[in-house]
């Protein structure tokens, strides 16, 4: 049973990845061709390597899609092993596989205690009314 966090102690980690995460932007760049977008999500295109498939109209859909399934598999354990050795144990997820074109696959991580993405948007919703509230108030005022 996993021990409760508190929103202070998960914000504070969210930090901590989010850093980490941006001084590795360059070597996810070079290595894994990953891009970290304003949420601190890391995402790629996979392409699957026309060595892998072989004469398309001999594959079915299942057989692209289990070849797509192993190079998927193993991509995320290189990127993995390369986050752990970065001390981002369990800091970061596995978010989600979108299947792009035929042979390409979007891969999505973020950090694993919330969805980074949604935590981003509800944030700016948040100062964006926090504002809006506080010039509303100093133009009533004055």
Known sequence: MMKKISLIKKIRLFLSY???????KFELENNFSARIDN???????INI?????????????????????????????KLSLFLNQNN?????????????EKYSYLLIFGFSLFNS??????????????????????????
């Open 39 to 45: 949420a601190s999500r890391i995402y790629t295109v």
């Open 88 to 100: 981002l144990f369990e800091l970061y997820d596995f978010y989600e596989v979108k299947k792009v």
């Open 117 to 142: 993405g949604s935590f981003v948007r509800n944030f700016y919703i948040f100062l964006t009314i926090l504002v809006t509230l506080f010039s509303s108030l100093i133009i009533f005022l004055f």
């Open 49 to 77: 390597p026309s060595s892998l498939i072989e004469e398309p109209y001999n594959l079915r859909k299942e057989d692209i899609d289990s070849l797509a399934k192993t190079y998927i598999k193993e991509y995320t354990n």
């Open 18 to 24: 989010r850093k980490t995460i941006n001084k590795l």
